[in-house]
């Protein structure tokens, strides 16, 4: 097996944390490479070059065969990594050097572990959708997380929203979600969406900022096709592709569903959906306990 890092360039890391990754891959026994940008700041921060060898421009040709990608950073890197694997089957596993970290939810002390875990075969792959965006300015887009549509000016944006060609709602307000079930815990959680678990076979469609608050997120299965068609007094509407950011015209329409191409994740046997949920939201957590201890 081959490990291909990949971190943000320009992203702050701190020299002690940069040592333990370079020093907990030299001794994984795997061989791995890192992306060029990184690498340079690795000799930035540490002081110690990377060796040109162990370096890649990208995932093209041989370099990704037989390969487990490692997103090192947050969810936003690990987000980045899924646009660079789609349609190839290259696993990624998220080491979290941020904070929250749900994609990315393995520890950054807990690197060594996970590198042995690989080493030994201790993990699962599992496969998870991606959501299909077409639109006849649009051009085709695929996002891991959501699809988002808001309002770019002051005033509110209305949207059509159909499913399998049968209307559901208009939405006026700021906008709307339409949500994997990894990305439930993302933007749709932040909007009053339901967490779902990973293997749920679904989407969620939540308003943002609703005008009407009898508006409530919808629990949609991922065999359908959602058409939302956007309606606005200005004359740009905001759509978002985990990040990827562009604004559309008044009137423009767009289909999505779930794609035939998906993104293929390692699943550690040490590290649960449901452990993630209570340790990053702090479920259960009570601070009146800690005041007793």
């Known amino acids: 097996m081959k490990i291909l890092l990949y971190s943000r360039p320009g992203t702050p890391h701190e020299a002690d944390d940069i040592r333990n990754l370079t020093g907990a891959l030299e001794e994984c026994g795997m061989p791995y490479l890192l992306n060029e940008g990184f690498a340079a700041d690795i000799g930035r921060i540490t002081g110690r070059a990377v060796p040109a060898g162990k ?4 995932l093209s040709g041989e370099c990704g065969d037989g390969a487990v990608l490692l997103s090192y950073g947050g969810d936003g890197t690990f987000l980045e990594c899924t646009k660079m694997v789609v349609g190839r089957r290259i696993p990624i596993l998220g080491i979290n050097s941020g904070r929250l970290g749900f994609l990315a939810n393995v520890a950054k002390d807990g ?10 075969g201790r993990y699962i792959i599992k496969e998870s959708p991606l959501i299909e965006i077409k639109g006849k300015e649009y051009g085709t887009e695929y996002a891991f997380n959501e699809l988002s549509v808001q309002r770019a000016g002051t005033g509110m944006i209305a949207v059509e929203a159909y499913v399998d060609g049968e209307m559901i709602a208009t939405y006026w307000g700021d906008g709307v979600i339409l949500a994997t079930p990894a990305g439930s815990t993302a933007y749709s959680l932040s909007v009053g969406g339901p967490v779902v678990a990973p293997d ?5 469609l939540a308003p943002i900022a609703p005008h009407n608050l009898t508006m409530r997120p919808v629990v949609l299965p991922d065999s359908t096709a959602v058409e939302l068609r956007l309606i606005s007094r200005d004359d740009e509407i905001a759509v978002s592709a985990d990040g990827d950011n562009r604004k559309v015209a008044d009137g423009t329409v767009l289909r999505a569903c779930r794609s035939k191409k998906s993104v293929f994740l390692v699943r550690l046997q040490n590290i649960s959906f449901y452990d993630t949920l209570r340790n ?3 479920w259960g957590l009570d601070k009146r306990d800690e005041a007793v201890g």
Do not use: Q, S
């Not at 690197?111 to 030994?120: D, G, M, Q, S």
């Not at 749920?200 to 969620?204: E, G, K, N, S």
């Open 55 to 58: 370096t890649y421009t990208d």
């Open 200 to 204: 749920c076979d679904c989407f969620v």
């Open 111 to 120: 690197i060594r572990e996970a590198l042995a875990a690989l080493r030994e």
């Open 280 to 282: 990053k939201m702090l």
